[in-house]
């Protein structure tokens, strides 16, 4: 029989910052011994088999304080070959509140989450007057973990570890009226982290912000990812309109937070991927990437070839994009693609059926030239755009952020069309512009399989609805609020539209449904009904899928909710062989599941990085508990002002013997 026992050195355990690495294929007895803290005893010479997590229960109004912060419940089980089974459970470790005063490195401190303007001067929140702060952000988004060889910063016990963090927006002005949404330039930090090397827990010691000011500042800064070669892509998403720029309060007043002038900035100069290099002592550099398409960047993954780029496009009336860098590691040149979708196309995991993908060439450029291109252009220099039909031959209609539109391209515009009007320009030629809000991205290696996140399936993809676009092929019978992960395969050799080679193995040549939510329906089989405690999607399901990330070790594909269907939004982990889907975490109630980053191997351990939004942000769902929840989610986060960026951690707690 089975016999369990608790790890005889557990005495000498610190949190862990993750479990140690099991390498597939090999002795497990080191990974064993840093677990429980070095020692003496025997351990097993045994291989890693497998991990599961096990899934943790919902929380409810019967515990009102587990639902007002994050709350891990759950286990990670590592199955090992001679059958014994490390059980290690999880839980959350921040390492800052934003708004905490944090080391800069230098002896003094730094406000975590703070708001600079372009010349690097605090922007202060001046809606309270007597009471005005510098700004800080209430959402964290996109995390990277990563290490820089030789690092210098000083201070360090045992390993340097670097972490880099955006900050996407802040939600309110302290005064509780004022909407910040896209008003503030997004801060980018690098953090500097001590890692245990006999536990593995990290510490933070330095707190960098990096200057944006060479790249004209950073624009709602959403998921990102870390690069096969150790930086971090960043992201830009909802690209302000160049053509309705003089109504656009919102951008107005960025640039007037930004330049100190509400006229100042230039729309063409967001809506890009930036990159961050992280320097030895703990500072950062960041560029953007102007030739790989103006879009609702989310989350982009580059692929094993150092070359290929999948992207997700957060946006009304999105498409599947690629970019081919010419250069390994280099994405400052290369060709642009924008995806066709076959007949076929299905949300229904049950039919599993799969639409082919082909890829129409949009472009071929560098990123020096269409930045040249951004600094010199107006839209109307590219194209012309009207609203209402022309009826001439010469305009070409499209349906671009959830509008029709009749467009005409410039003689000789069509490089600047393809770069800097990247959403009318692919629906110019035919691409398939119906997905709404395409989030997250990430890939499996060993199976060659993407992933990719439908928020939300609805509208434009909705059979019947006035905003779907016929010959798409984007075309269900009904509406799935809750949304879908689709799976797409991987493939080499293939052609775009004209005939010519795409120079990538990794190309996605299908899509199919891969986990599906469930909305909670009304009798009428249509209208959205919440359940007890809110819920307008089945709890026990993932809802509204953002954040993707895959970890080859685990065999496991991480989700981060952004619902406005589950009254606290959740972190999931889904095996891709058992199919076994888990929830591992509750954010806060009326915050958003942010920053995941999945991390096989850093010096010898491994980390789930895991950040949360405005907590407390209240929606029509959250009527049940709000009155309850409320004073406690202003008691844990500055008033709701703060938010928490940090990673699961993870104590062995038993040994079951085979």
């Known amino acids: 029989m089975p016999h369990t026992t608790t790890p005889t050195r557990r005495k000498a355990l610190q949190f862990l910052a993750g479990v140690p690495l099991l390498p597939l294929g090999a002795s497990a007895s080191a990974a064993m ?24 229960a919902a929380p409810t109004l019967a515990n009102p304080a587990a639902m007002a912060t994050t709350t891990v419940g759950s286990a990670l089980n590592i199955t090992l070959s001679d059958k014994s089974v490390l059980t290690y459970q999880l839980a959350y470790q921040p390492f800052f509140v934003t708004g905490d005063m944090v080391s ?11 708001y600079y303007d372009i010349h690097n001067q605090p922007i202060i929140d001046a809606t309270v007057p007597g009471k005005e702060r510098q700004y800080f952000s209430d959402s964290p988004d996109g ?18 570890v670097f972490a880099v963090v955006q900050f996407e927006y802040t939600t309110w002005a302290q005064d509780g009226k004022t909407d910040m949404y896209g008003k503030l330039p997004s801060p980018i930090a690098v953090l500097t982290l001590d890692q245990d090397q006999a536990t593995g827990k990290l510490s933070l010691v330095k707190y960098h912000n990096v200057d944006t000011s060479k790249v004209h500042g950073l624009w709602i800064t ?16 909802y690209e302000p309109d160049a053509f309705g720029i003089a109504s656009n309060t919102m951008f107005q007043a960025y640039s007037q937070n930004l330049y100190g002038n509400a006229a100042t900035a230039n729309p063409y100069h967001y809506g890009h991927m930036p990159e961050v290099t992280v320097n030895p002592d703990g500072t950062g550099s960041i560029q953007k990437h102007y030739c790989m398409g103006r879009l609702s960047h989310e989350l982009v993954q580059v692929m094993p070839d150092n070359r290929t780029t999948f992207m997700g496009d957060d946006a009304t009336n999105s498409g599947y994009f690629v970019f081919v860098a010419d250069k390994e590691k280099d994405l400052s040149s290369g060709t642009l693609y924008a995806a066709k979708l076959g007949t076929g196309f299905s949300i229904d995991p049950a039919v599993g059926t799969a639409a082919a993908l082909t890829w129409i060439k949009l472009g071929s450029a560098t990123s020096a030239e269409i930045e040249a291109l951004a600094n010199t252009l107006k839209p109307t220099d590219i194209m012309t755009v009207v609203k209402a039909d022309p009826a001439d031959a010469a305009y070409t209609k499209i349906v671009a952020n959830g509008k029709t539109e009749w467009i005409k391209i ?9 770069f800097l009007e990247t959403h009318r320009y692919a629906a110019f030629k035919g ?8 989030e997250g991205t990430t890939v499996n290696i060993k199976d060659k399989i993407a992933y990719s996140a439908l928020q939300n399936v609805q509208a434009s993809m909705v059979a019947g609805n ?7 092929n984007i075309s269900v019978p009904k509406q799935l609020v809750a949304g879908v992960v689709m799976a797409l395969n991987l493939k080499g050799s293939q052609k775009d539209t004209s005939g010519t080679a795409i120079n990538s193995e990794w190309m996605p040549a299908d899509t199919k449904p891969l986990l599906a939510g469930e909305d909670l329906l009304d009798t009428d089989g249509k209208t959205l009904k919440g359940d007890a405690l809110g819920n307008t999607a089945n709890p026990n399901k993932v809802a509204n899928p953002d954040n993707l990330k895959f970890s080859e070790k685990l065999r496991t594909l991480f989700i981060g909710e952004d619902s406005s269907q589950h009254v606290n939004n959740f972190l999931w982990a889904y095996n891709v062989d058992t199919k076994m889907l888990s929830r591992v975490m509750s954010v806060p109630t009326g915050g958003e599941s942010t920053g995941l980053h999945a991390v096989d191997e850093v010096n010898g351990w491994m980390y789930i990085m895991s950040n949360f939004q405005h907590a407390g ?8 508990v709000k009155d309850t929840l409320d004073p406690l989610i202003k008691a844990n986060y500055k008033n709701k002002f703060g938010a928490a960026v940090g990673y699961l951690t993870g104590m062995p707690t038993q040994m079951t013997l085979g």
Do not use: Q, R
Not at 146 to 151: E, I, K, Q, R
Not at 222 to 237: D, F, R, V
């Open 104 to 114: 800069d490195g230098k002896g003094g401190t730094i406000l975590s989450g703070g």
């Open 617 to 624: 942000d209240w929606g029509s769902i959250h009527s049940v």
């Open 466 to 472: 006035a905003a779907n676009v016929p010959g798409n």
């Open 431 to 438: 691409a398939s512009m119906g997905f709404s809000k395409m």
């Open 410 to 418: 410039n003689p000789g515009m069509e490089k600047a069309a393809a």
């Open 33 to 56: 011994l840093a677990a429980c803290g070095g020692g003496s005893d025997p351990a097993p010479k045994a291989s890693y088999v497998s991990a599961a997590f096990t899934t943790m």
């Open 143 to 160: 995390t990277s973990l990563l290490t820089v060889a030789n690092p210098t910063v000083t201070g360090i016990k045992g390993k340097a």
């Open 222 to 237: 959403c998921g990102a990812s870390l690069s096969p070669w150790g930086t971090h892509l960043s992201s830009e998403e």
